[in-house]
Nanobody, 122 residues
Framework: QVQLVASGGGLVQVGGSLRLSCAAL????????MGWFRQAPGKEREFVAA????????YYADSVKGRFTLSRGITKHTVYLQMNSLKPADTAIYYC???????????????WGQGTQVTVSS
């Protein structure tokens, strides 16, 4: 059974940091690109960041560039989204996803995690 397990969300004050993790279970995800998306109440799901299967390339939404860093673990089955200088606008449910392309297109991802809530309070 294929499963992505996201964790690390929580409540943080403006300017604070959180690190989200996404672990891939049940299948060899080392050759999959991984992405993070987020969805705030009443808004569409939006791209946050993506990383290639090798971890050698990554890219970010303009809204998080310079504040968020996406990396892969040594085994490449886990990815980490380090979020710094958090803003209230970052409040959303964050979802990790796996697919064959390193892309900001949600339709290109085949597997999705359950989501983890991030709340940034002012």
């Amino acid at each position: 059974q294929v499963q992505l397990v996201a964790s690390g969300g929580g409540l943080v004050q403006v300017g604070g940091s959180l690190r989200l993790s996404c672990a891939a279970l049940g299948r060899t995800f080392s050759t999959y690109a991984m992405g993070w998306f987020r969805q705030a109440p009443g808004k569409e799901r939006e791209f946050v960041a993506a990383i290639s299967w090798s971890g050698s390339s990554s890219y970010y939404a303009d809204s998080v560039k310079g504040r968020f860093t996406l990396s892969r673990g040594i085994t490449k089955h886990t990815v980490y989204l380090q979020m710094n200088s958090l803003k209230p606008a970052d409040t959303a449910i964050y979802y990790c996803a796996a697919g064959w392309q390193t892309t900001n297109n949600t339709s290109r991802y085949d597997y999705w995690g359950q989501g983890t809530q991030v709340t940034v309070s002012s």
